[in-house]
């Protein structure tokens, strides 16, 4: 799906990734579907639908259960991008897509691999490192492979066991 930048930041292009920096990192705009995305820089190369951690410098790389634990802004890239490459990060917004394993419901928890090897998929593992609470599914998936469903982003945070 197509998103459209609803604020008045000239030369926005929330669908592509790009090798040149056009705008400084870590700066937001408003979008269709109540989103707000983030300039990024990518760390290394990150596969469309996949969360993705972001330093407070703007890089990013797609998250690893570390990466969640740590603090770090999280988003979902909704187009590949390459490493080094600069593209815009969804961090709210409706309708999104994200990278699911397993078979899930819209009343499901999800959550992130608890490995420091960032996969950025969630899924409804309750193995995963924690609860990603920001994170809604608006479909269901059922499937044994990786596969992309439509999600409510807000702000995704993540919620230890245990932890409120």
């Known amino acids: 799906m197509p998103f459209y930048t609803t604020s008045s930041k000239v030369g926005v292009d929330l669908n592509n990734a790009g090798t040149t920096q056009l705008f400084a990192l870590g700066d937001q705009v ?3 579907g109540q989103s707000r995305w983030v ?3 990518a760390a290394t190369s990150v596969t469309a639908y996949k969360v ?8 990013c790389g797609m998250a690893s259960g570390t990466d969640v634990l740590s603090g770090l802004l999280l988003g979902i890239a909704q187009t590949a991008i390459p490493a080094s490459s600069y593209a815009w990060v969804p961090i709210e917004g409706s309708p999104l ?4 394993t397993g078979s899930c419901s819209v009343a499901n928890l999800v959550y992130i691999a608890a490995s420091s090897t960032p996969t950025g998929i969630v899924s409804i593992s309750a193995s995963g490192s924690c609860t990603m609470l920001g994170i809604s599914l608006l479909s269901v998936v ?12 807000t702000f995704p945070t993540p919620r230890t066991p245990g932890g409120l």
Do not use: H
């Open 52 to 59: 993705v951690a972001i330093s407070t410098g703007g890089t």
């Open 97 to 100: 897509g994200v990278m699911t």
């Open 30 to 32: 408003q979008s269709t």
């Open 142 to 153: 059922d499937t044994a492979g990786a596969t992309v469903a439509q999600c409510v982003l």
């Open 39 to 41: 300039y990024v820089r």
